[in-house]
């Protein structure tokens, strides 16, 4: 790393005022302050100074999102297997969906960076980490089939509308990589409609060989859910890519089919835990989110006049991108509400209205991306209410006090 350093160093001046390079100092002072931490200090003004900056910030995210994308590679890996026959073992399945997943990473990171270190160089100004967590999340929110160019448009079209003309990163309204998966729902709603999961099972690795199918295109359990005729209340029952049942604990791991990071509510626990032991996100907005979805749900199941209605609360939590959304985009600190009262308000309307969305609109089973979209707009709302209410309250107070 000091051999790094001195290299930098180095070639420093070449990008500075005045170098023949100064036309890339935005890129090579962003590659710079990602590899190694800024010795620059304030010398006036009034400053607080912390460990803790935007880079760091956004690495522990990405750390955290590590469990749900290594899990969510390996069932890719497993999905192609189950649905073909084969088991080649852990390592095989897990490289057959690491070589599946990379591209889509790749594409991701090309398009969303190379979009901001332009604008940056553009207006002068240094490279922002926020895209860090945006490029990973994006591909963990798209069925595994979603061709590399979609995701490279609908990444430029977040990153450029959602996100640079607001001023860049913490200006945002929209979380960019939900506008990104909104972009592919309705420009591409063939390939996004939510409820159908294409499995890999062409062999295109060279991975189970002799046993080879052209495609199979499976309805994850909330798409079944979504289509199941109201005669099948009380005895409906998901099932996988072979037709066994999806269990609660199915569910629960992960093993089903799915958008890339979503399935496992286990793994999410652990980036859930990571975020939390760190200060990262809110628990106020991510305990609010889950109490919103199961309050919403137990209503419905009182009512119960179709089978997304009948769904148990449990079930609701862990299918589809509930628990993903609740822990890595309702508690999103740019988009979401910032007062402490107003997180908990937050969180629940978001939790609420995921579940509405998912029993009320079969055309749209999965129905966390608009909830948190939804209440992306609102967010602010909620905290200027918060805020002239505590102010309200106070001035009552010294009235009283006189």
Same mark, same amino acid.
């Given at each position: 790393?000091?051999?790094?350093?001195?290299?930098?160093?180095?070639?420093?001046?070449?990008?500075?005022?005045?170098?023949?390079? =100064?036309?890339?100092?935005?890129?090579?002072?962003?590659?710079?302050?990602?590899?190694?931490?800024?010795?620059?200090?304030?010398?006036?003004?009034?400053?607080?100074?912390?460990?803790?900056?935007?880079?760091?910030?956004?690495? &522990?995210?990405?750390?955290?999102?590590?469990?749900?994308?290594?899990?969510?590679?390996?069932?890719?890996?497993?999905?192609?297997?189950?649905?073909?026959?084969?088991?080649?073992?852990?390592?095989?399945?897990?490289?057959?969906?690491?070589?599946?997943?990379?591209?889509?990473?790749?594409?991701?990171?090309?398009? /969303?960076?190379?979009?901001?270190?332009?604008?940056?160089?553009?207006?002068?100004?240094?490279?922002?980490?926020?895209?860090?967590?945006?490029?990973?999340?994006?591909?963990?929110?798209?069925?595994?089939?979603?061709?590399?160019?979609?995701?490279?448009?609908? !990444?430029?079209?977040? &990153?450029?509308?959602?996100?640079?003309?607001?001023?860049? !990163?913490?200006?945002?309204?929209?979380?960019?990589?939900? &506008? !990104?998966?909104?972009?592919?729902?309705? =420009?591409?709603?063939?390939?996004?409609?939510?409820?159908?999961?294409?499995?890999?099972?062409?062999?295109?690795? /060279?991975?189970? +060989?002799?046993?080879?199918?052209?495609?199979?295109?499976?309805?994850?359990?909330?798409?079944?859910?979504?289509?199941?005729?109201?005669?099948?209340?009380?005895?409906?029952?998901? &099932?996988?890519?072979?037709?066994?049942?999806?269990?609660?604990?199915?569910?629960?791991?992960?093993?089903?089919?799915?958008?890339?990071?979503?399935?496992?509510?286990?793994?999410?626990?652990?980036?859930?835990?990571?975020?939390?032991?760190?200060?990262?996100?809110?628990?106020?907005?991510?305990?609010?989110?889950?109490?919103?979805?199961?309050?919403?749900?137990?209503?419905?199941?009182?009512?119960?006049?179709?089978?997304?209605?009948?769904?148990?609360?449990?079930?609701?939590?862990?299918?589809?991108?509930?628990?993903?959304? +609740?822990?890595?985009?309702?508690?999103?600190?740019?988009?979401?509400?910032? !007062?402490?009262? /107003?997180?908990?308000?937050?969180?629940?309307?978001? /939790?609420?209205?995921?579940?509405?969305?998912?029993?009320?609109?079969?055309?749209?089973?999965?129905?966390?991306?608009?909830?948190?979209?939804?209440?992306?707009?609102? +967010?602010?709302?909620?905290?200027?209410?918060?805020?002239?209410?505590?102010?309200?309250?106070?001035?009552?107070?010294?009235?009283?006090?006189?």
């Amino acid at each position: 790393m000091k051999a790094l350093r001195n290299y930098l160093d180095k070639i420093k001046p070449n990008f500075e005022e005045g170098g023949k390079l =100064a036309m890339f100092r935005s890129v090579f002072d962003g590659f710079e302050t990602f590899l190694f931490v800024p010795n620059t200090t304030s010398k006036s003004g009034v400053h607080i100074h912390d460990s803790i900056d935007s880079k760091r910030t956004m690495i &522990v995210v990405v750390i955290a999102l590590l469990p749900a994308l290594l899990f969510g590679m390996y069932n890719v890996g497993y999905q192609h297997n189950l649905a073909i026959g084969a088991d080649p073992g852990f390592c095989m399945t897990f490289i057959y969906g690491f070589l599946a997943v990379l591209p889509k990473i790749i594409v991701s990171y090309v398009v /969303g960076l190379g979009i901001e270190f332009m604008v940056a160089q553009w207006k002068k100004e240094e490279i922002q980490e926020g895209f860090l967590v945006s490029g990973i999340l994006i591909p963990m929110i798209v069925p595994v089939d979603t061709p590399l160019w979609m995701i490279a448009v609908a !990444t430029a079209f977040a &990153v450029v509308f959602a996100k640079e003309v607001f001023g860049g !990163t913490g200006y945002n309204v929209f979380n960019v990589a939900l &506008v !990104t998966r909104a972009f592919l729902f309705f =420009a591409y709603p063939a390939a996004m409609s939510g409820d159908q999961v294409w499995v890999r099972t062409a062999d295109t690795f /060279g991975i189970g +060989a002799g046993q080879v199918v052209d495609g199979f295109s499976g309805a994850t359990p909330l798409g079944q859910i979504a289509v199941a005729s109201k005669d099948m209340i009380g005895s409906f029952q998901a &099932v996988d890519v072979l037709g066994q049942p999806v269990t609660t604990m199915d569910a629960f791991l992960g093993l089903i089919p799915g958008s890339i990071g979503e399935t496992s509510v286990l793994a999410i626990l652990i980036g859930a835990v990571i975020l939390l032991f760190t200060g990262i996100a809110s628990w106020k907005t991510m305990i609010s989110v889950f109490v919103g979805g199961a309050f919403m749900a137990a209503i419905f199941n009182m009512i119960g006049s179709t089978v997304a209605m009948a769904v148990s609360p449990l079930d609701h939590l862990f299918l589809g991108g509930f628990a993903f959304g +609740a822990v890595f985009m309702a508690t999103d600190p740019v988009t979401s509400a910032r !007062t402490e009262t /107003g997180k908990y308000i937050y969180g629940f309307l978001v /939790g609420a209205m995921a579940i509405i969305i998912r029993a009320l609109n079969p055309g749209y089973p999965e129905g966390m991306m608009l909830a948190i979209l939804l209440m992306n707009v609102f +967010a602010p709302l909620i905290d200027y209410y918060v805020v002239e209410s505590n102010i309200t309250r106070r001035l009552s107070r010294v009235k009283l006090n006189k």
